[in-house]
T-cell receptor
Framework: GENVEQHPSTLSVQEGDSAVIKCTYSDSASNYFPWYKQELGKGPQLIIDIRSNVGEKKDQRIAVTLNKTAKHFSLHITETQPEDSAVYFCAASFPSGGSYIPTFGRGTSLIVHP | ETGVTQSPTHLIKTRGQQVTLRCSSQSGHNTVSWYQQALGQGPQFIFQYYREEENGRGNFPPRFSGLQFPNYSSELNVNALELDDSALYLC????????????FGSGTQLSVL
């Protein structure tokens, strides 16, 4: 089955700095790569996603890059703010029986210091 | 538009008991998935329901079972609870077309003593 590795497990930055979280996946059948933000006491919230036919996608301060050959993808957050502090999860999804089955990474706890 | 709601928010059970968790999907969504999130881990896929039938299952034993109702709400049932079942159980709803985009509820925190 799919295996997703996520690094680092903890990331501490100063407000205004950039943050980068990296993930690798093992199954070349995976073709959809979402990123989720989970705040304390809440469920994960989709913040950005990318499909395997695209190399990069940007949404304001957040961007995701995908290297299909190397099977890795990354989340980039620029101009970090204290409200960006949360746990971030990457996932790799492959189509199965008409639906998609995601495998999540173990998460990165991002701490943004004011 | 109403979001995904789960009940109860917290639950304490003892080993060997049975538990039922409930989920109401987001308005307009017809597909429901359940996930187990252990402390410090990412969510793990349990199973997905579409048209009241199970469609896809992760690496969980048969004592984990589910239902989906005609209004697309869903239940997760766990029999013969074990200590390792202690976790946050998340429900996510989506559209079948576009099922990769998941909308999560806040979860049910289950503690098994």
């Amino acid at each position: 089955g799919e295996n997703v590795e996520q690094h680092p497990s903890t990331l501490s930055v100063q407000e205004g700095d950039s943050a980068v979280i990296k993930c690798t996946y093992s199954d070349s059948a995976s073709n959809y790569f979402p990123w989720y933000k989970q705040e304390l006491g809440k469920g994960p919230q989709l913040i950005i996603d990318i499909r395997s036919n695209v190399g990069e996608k940007k949404d304001q301060r957040i961007a995701v890059t995908l290297n299909k050959t190397a099977k890795h993808f990354s989340l980039h957050i620029t101009e970090t703010q204290p409200e960006d502090s949360a746990v971030y999860f990457c996932a790799a999804s492959f189509p199965s029986g008409g639906s998609y089955i995601p495998t999540f990474g173990r998460g990165t706890s991002l701490i943004v210091h004011p | 538009e109403t979001g995904v709601t789960q009940s109860p928010t917290h639950l304490i059970k003892t080993r060997g008991q049975q538990v039922t968790l409930r989920c109401s999907s987001q308005s307009g969504h017809n597909t429901v998935s359940w996930y187990q999130q252990a402390l410090g881990q990412g969510p793990q896929f349990i199973f997905q329901y579409y048209r009241e039938e199970e469609n896809g299952r992760g690496n969980f034993p048969p004592r984990f079972s589910g239902l989906q109702f005609p209004n697309y709400s869903s239940e997760l049932n766990v029999n013969a609870l074990e200590l390792d079942d202690s976790a946050l159980y998340l429900c996510a709803s989506s559209l079948w077309q576009g099922a990769e985009k998941l909308f999560f509820g806040s979860g049910t925190q289950l503690s098994v003593l």
